[in-house]
């Protein structure tokens, strides 16, 4: 599906001396695509494929096509159907994503890139018809960017999570992503990528978190921090209602975003444990195939809440 939900702007601060001073942009030259199905939000697999060979003429759909058995609507331009797995009258249909970024238009119009991550999902869209980014293609979209072309990375903190900090900055060195790390407050610009550590209460006021605090229809976001000091963490269902509520020490791992501003991840918590167990789960191993995810102490929490199935 390519509509997508008026989304609240998000301005944050632009570093353009500290963005230049990192990786800088520049095309991706290796790399195999890995093309993932899968339904409700990631919860259950439908298949997976891998392309080492990919031909400049190569979309998302003929790629979709070569792997699995495809019905279409609408002159080919929608999916109906992949794999056997049907959308249906009850907004439920399938939404498509290129390295964790929700893809800006159809997908016989957008072309493959090498390394590329492409993730197709059947889930309920009665919250919102629009998510625009998701955490389930880690360490996508940091390796390859978007469009064949990789972006700078900018690591913002709190100053209580140090700690935290320096977990997620080892992450991105072990892939391989320079990340220059500035102070919360400070972030990137719209060519590049931000990612923010600390804990709700640093991050509040941010106009990227108030995007979560106004729900999924503003964020794609089914989670968000309560009370007067953020001392709960509420996790919604596909309908966008509260299905658990967390206490203290738990942690969110989350991406928002526009194409015009930007991809955000968060990794926030109702303190600053919380904050260190959603470092201690930003891996890929922790992160696959979800669209965002809670932490209480060592359990990992997918959100949205749904049952697979």
């Given amino acids: 599906m390519t509509s997508r939900a008026a989304v609240t702007a998000i301005v944050i601060a ?9 990786l800088g942009a520049g095309k991706s030259t ?41 019905t279409t609507r609408y002159g080919g331009g929608f999916v109906q159907s992949i794999a056997g797995q049907s959308g249906s009258s009850s907004r439920r249909d399938w939404f498509y994503y290129v390295n964790g970024i929700e893809a800006p238009a159809g997908a016989g119009g957008t072309s493959v890139h ?19 980014a998701v955490v ?12 064949g072309r990789r972006l700078p990375t900018t690591l913002a903190c709190g100053s209580d999570v140090g700690a ?29 990528l931000a990612v923010v550590v600390g804990t709700w209460h640093d991050l509040h006021g941010e106009l990227a978190a108030t995007l ?8 794609g976001v089914y989670a968000r921090f309560t009370g007067a000091t953020a001392s709960s963490l509420q996790l919604l269902n596909p309908g966008g209602h509260v299905a658990r509520t967390l206490g203290p020490g738990a942690g969110l791992i989350a991406a928002t975003g526009q194409s015009e501003t930007g991809t955000v991840w968060m ?18 191993a922790h992160l696959r195939d979800h669209f965002a995810l809670a932490v209480q102490g060592a359990t990992d929490l997918p959100v949205p809440v749904e049952a697979a199935g």
């Fill in 164 to 192: 935290a900090c320096k977990r997620v900055a080892a992450e991105f060195k072990a892939i391989g992503v320079p990340t220059p790390t500035v102070l919360l407050g400070t972030g990137s610009g719209s060519d590049s």
């Fill in 30 to 70: 290796s790399g195999v695509v890995t093309l993932t199905v899968t339904r409700g939000f990631g919860t259950a697999s439908v298949g997976e494929a891998t392309e080492k060979s990919i031909p400049g003429s190569q979309t998302v759909m003929r790629l979709l096509e070569r792997s699995f058995k495809v």
């Fill in 212 to 219: 979560i605090e106004h729900g999924p229809s503003a964020s």
């Fill in 14 to 22: 632009s570093a353009i001396a500290i963005a230049g001073c990192g």
């Fill in 114 to 132: 090498k390394g590329d991550r492409i993730w197709w999902d059947l889930h309920d869209w009665s919250a919102t018809d629009s998510i625009p």
């Fill in 136 to 147: 389930g293609s880690f360490p996508e979209p940091f390796v390859h960017g978007t469009g």
């Fill in 267 to 284: 990794i926030t918590g109702t303190d600053v444990a919380g904050v260190s167990a959603a470092a201690a789960a930003f891996t890929s």
